[in-house]
C-alpha cells in the first residue's frame, strides 16, 4: 500500500522521546506564514482538528493531518517527515529539544498514483 506520509527512522526516536514527555501526539501541517509551513506536532489532547483538515495517515502510530488547500498542492507527493537541527515553530513540541522536524517530498510513480486512484474510489 502507497502511504501519503512517512517518517525517517530519525522522525520516529523522536516521537518516541516526545511521546514519553507529553504523552499521545498528533501532526499537523499547514499553509501560509510563519510556522505554517513546516510540520507541526502537538501533544494530542492540545489541538483540534478542523473540517478543512485532510488525514493522510500514520507516522509512528501518530496521525498526521494537512490542511485541504494544502493537500491539494501536495497530493501528487509522498510527505516524508525528517528532523534536523535548529529551532523550528515555537509551538512545535520538538522545539526545546535544539531540532525541528522538515518536510520533504517525492512525486509519486505513475503506478503509485494509480493505485492511491484505486484505494480512493
Not at 506564514?33 to 509512528?60: A, N, T
Not at 509522498?78 to 534536523?84: A, S, Y
Request: hydrophobic share 35%; aromatic share 10%; with cysteine.
Amino acid at each position: 500500500m502507497v502511504e501519503k506520509v512517512r517518517a525517517t527512522d530519525e522522525t520516529i526516536a523522536l516521537i518516541r522521546k516526545l511521546e514519553k514527555k507529553h504523552g499521545p501526539l498528533i501532526f499537523h501541517q499547514s499553509g501560509g506564514c510563519c510556522d505554517g509551513s513546516s510540520p507541526m506536532c502537538f501533544p494530542k489532547d492540545e489541538f483540534r482538528v478542523g473540517k478543512s483538515d485532510r488525514y493522510l495517515g500514520e507516522i509512528g502510530g501518530t496521525p498526521f493531518y494537512i490542511a485541504k488547500d494544502q493537500y491539494e498542492y501536495w497530493k501528487h507527493t509522498q510527505l516524508i517527515i525528517d528532523v534536523v537541527k535548529g529551532r523550528g515553530g515555537m509551538f512545535s513540541v520538538e522545539g526545546p529539544e535544539g531540532v525541528r522536524f522538515l518536510l520533504r517530498s517525492r512525486v509519486f510513480t505513475e503506478e503509485e498514483r494509480a493505485e492511491l486512484q484505486l484505494t480512493a474510489n
